[in-house]
């Protein structure tokens, strides 16, 4: 047994002063330090740096390891010249990305207090980095290809993939799970096979959906940039589907969707009735030109993630956060403040079906201390100075092991 003292303690509830946390691989019991120091005699006692704050570890839901080689080989600005330079650079940027390179930005990540993350994996090439790694990760095993002829083939690699990450060690924290590209990338019938394995294993689905202007209007009109990048690469000038035929294709299992920066409030309220959920990726619509989601009319749950770094400078989840502050700017800051810690942590947990992300008996014990610079002066704006002072987290646990 271990007890963990901080100055404030981030629990369901709000933040609670002066307590200390119980746990083993889970949280036992949340109470004073005496009474727990009386009740757990041969505990070891853990005591944070002055002006701590203890968190659940935070969840970045969605993360693309295998494009950290990318600085500045693709292009920003608009998602037209992005998805243009992905073509071009792709497999020298999949070359340079080795395991070492995907270590150092699990670490990254870690420093900055995310526990668990949601791998998006095109090739599986980060299954090995995933595995050695003590972080939670959810295995988006990512299924793409429009292109019907060579359908057999791509759902044959897919299943490899995807039976190679559910013969993972149970050490290793790996949850096996599926991501569907986005629907123009994506034939119909690979879809519905991809979602059945989701429904089948009750595995986390996932899915690009709605992230830029440009693929409404190919899935709406087939018209827009689409149209030329899909006569030059797939000579074709039709899409796969449209916007209402592969919503529908979720409409039995509830599915987090990256980005739907693009979707009509009509639309957002078929996925909220569907139960579904949104990964709100802010730095990544705003580097590849895709707009603000507009998070303030929201009534799906959603997470925040930062995307990989094929489309964000980072995978920092405090320099996302601090992103999200600067981009919804009409949102009352010390309201958006809660609600994006809420979305990195009880939120993002239960979208991704784990059991973290709250500090309450029973929980995993995977802990994040962040330690402000000095005694916060209103203690009703700790959320917000959380936010702004947190480059690097002070500790890291995970089911009860320190890693940092
Ligand atoms: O989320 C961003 C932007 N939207 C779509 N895809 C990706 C993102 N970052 C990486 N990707 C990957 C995706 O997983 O790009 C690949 C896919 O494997 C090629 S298609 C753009
Ligand atoms: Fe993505």
Redesign the pocket.
């Known amino acids: 047994m271990k007890i963990i003292h901080a100055d404030f303690i981030y629990t369901p509830d709000g933040f609670i002063k002066n307590s200390a946390v119980a746990f083993t691989g889970t949280i036992e019991e949340i109470g004073t330090l005496e009474v727990l120091e009386t009740k757990y005699t041969e505990a070891e006692i853990i005591y944070t740096p002055a002006h701590s704050v203890l968190f659940p570890g935070l969840i970045n839901t969605h993360v693309?390891l295998e494009?950290s080689a990318n600085k500045t080989s693709l292009a920003y600005g608009s998602f037209n010249s992005w998805?243009d330079s992905?073509i071009e650079h792709r497999d020298d940027l999949m070359g340079a990305c080795d395991n070492a390179m995907m270590m150092h930005e699990c670490e990254e990540m870690m420093r900055s207090g995310i526990t668990t993350f949601g791998a998006?994996s095109?090739f599986g090439n980060e299954l090995e980095v995933c595995e050695k790694t003590p972080q939670r990760v959810v295995f988006f095993n990512?299924l793409?290809g429009s292109n019907a002829m060579y359908a057999d083939m791509l759902y044959g690699d897919f299943e490899d993939r995807v039976r190679a990450s559910q013969s993972c060690d149970p050490g290793s924290r790996i949850t096996p799970a599926v991501a569907i590209?986005?629907p123009y990338?994506v034939h119909p019938i690979l879809l519905q096979k991809a979602v059945n394995v989701a429904k089948k294993n009750q595995m986390p689905l996932s899915a690009?959906f709605l992230?830029s202007q440009e693929e409404r209007e190919w899935l709406e009109s087939n018209e827009g940039t689409f149209k030329a990048f899909f006569r030059k690469y797939f000579n074709t000038s039709t899409s796969v589907t449209t916007i209402e035929e592969f919503m529908h294709a979720f409409d039995t299992y509830p599915t987090h969707f990256?980005h739907c920066v693009q979707a009509t409030p009509e639309e957002l309220d078929y996925l909220h009735r569907k139960g579904h959920s949104i990964a709100h990726c802010p730095r990544?619509n705003r580097y590849?030109g895709c707009g603000r989601l507009a998070i303030e009319d929201l009534a799906l749950p959603f997470s925040v993630a930062t995307?990989?770094l094929?489309?964000n400078d980072s995978l920092n989840i405090f320099d996302e956060l601090r992103a999200a502050i600067m981009l919804h700017n009409d949102i009352p800051i010390q309201e958006l403040s809660l609600q994006l810690l809420r979305a990195v942590t009880a939120d993002a947990a239960e979208l991704l079906g784990l059991n973290c992300g709250k500090i309450e008996v029973g929980r995993f014990a995977d802990f994040a201390v962040i330690t402000l610079p000095e005694a916060p002066v209103r203690e009703e704006e700790l959320a917000l100075w959380s936010i702004l002072h947190t480059k690097k987290v002070s500790q890291v646990y995970i089911e009860g092991e320190q890693y940092v």
């Open positions: 693309h494009f998805l992905v998006i095109s990512e793409i590209h986005a990338s690009h992230e990256a990544s590849l995307d990989g094929s489309s």
